[in-house]
């Protein structure tokens, strides 16, 4: 039971180019969350995705950054003109369930997309 | 803007300790989340609490959400090097937690 995965883990790219993030949420799960992590700094929530949807955007930078999760294939953060403040851990995490403290849903993180700009 | 603060940032202990580490906040939270982080991971969630009192136990870590459900303490009985890692505490904004707000974060490191 394979869990949430993101590729690729470490990303290099120059000032102006373009960063696409891949995420699969585990097997049977249709909400997905991406997560941005700074050096000493907690997560800084991003987008809520459900299949096909995007359901909040609230911390999705105007400008630049979009995120998809289409009904086939993993849900994709693309980040275009990269800058060097974009450089940072990119998580995505994946629940059954949205999110709720009625229902005891949690969410499962992956890995994380490594992300350097020069 | 709800926030959250977490402290100490960094701790350093020696095995067979006891730690406790704390998340503070101004505002209320409808519920809070404790995650451990090891390095080039992702958060594992450890434990969630919802009501103002709640104390929850998960084997040598105590977690305990404040009454008026702005602050949470974890604290670890005779710590093992294995606990080490950035502890992260996060704050649901609304009753539905569909997305959370996360603390920076406490790095703890157990030394044998």
């Known amino acids: 039971n394979a869990g949430v995965m993101q590729n690729p883990r470490h990303l290099v790219r120059r000032r102006g180019q373009e960063a696409r993030l891949r995420c699969s949420p585990m097997?049977?799960?249709?909400?997905v969350y991406w997560y941005r992590q700074l050096p000493e700094e907690g997560l800084k929530f991003m987008v809520y995705l459900q299949k096909e949807n995007i359901i909040d955007e609230s911390g999705m930078p105007k400008e630049r950054f979009s995120a998809e999760f289409p009904k086939e294939g993993p849900s994709i953060l693309r980040i275009q003109q990269v800058v060097r403040g974009d450089s940072a851990a990119y998580f995505c995490?994946?629940?059954?369930?949205?999110?709720?403290?009625?229902?005891?849903?949690?969410?499962?993180f992956g890995p994380g997309t490594r992300l350097t700009v020069t | 803007t709800q926030l959250l603060e977490q402290s100490p940032q960094f701790l350093s202990i020696q095995e067979g300790e006891n730690l406790t580490v704390y998340c503070n906040s101004s505002s209320v939270f409808s519920s809070l989340q404790w995650y451990r982080q090891e390095p080039g991971e992702g958060p594992v969630l450890l434990v969630t609490v919802v009501t103002g009192g709640e104390v929850k136990k998960l084997k040598r870590l105590t977690f305990q959400f404040g009454d008026a459900r702005k602050d949470s303490s974890l604290h670890i009985t005779a710590a093992q090097p294995g606990d080490t890692g950035l502890y992260l505490c996060?704050?649901?904004?609304?009753?539905?937690?569909?997305?959370?707000?996360f603390g920076p974060g406490t790095r703890l490191s157990v030394l044998p």
């Open positions: 995490a994946s629940s059954a369930q949205p999110l709720s403290i009625r229902r005891s849903s949690e969410q499962y």
């Open positions: 097997k049977g799960h249709s909400h």
């Open positions: 996060a704050g649901a904004r609304d009753n539905y937690g569909q997305n959370f707000v």
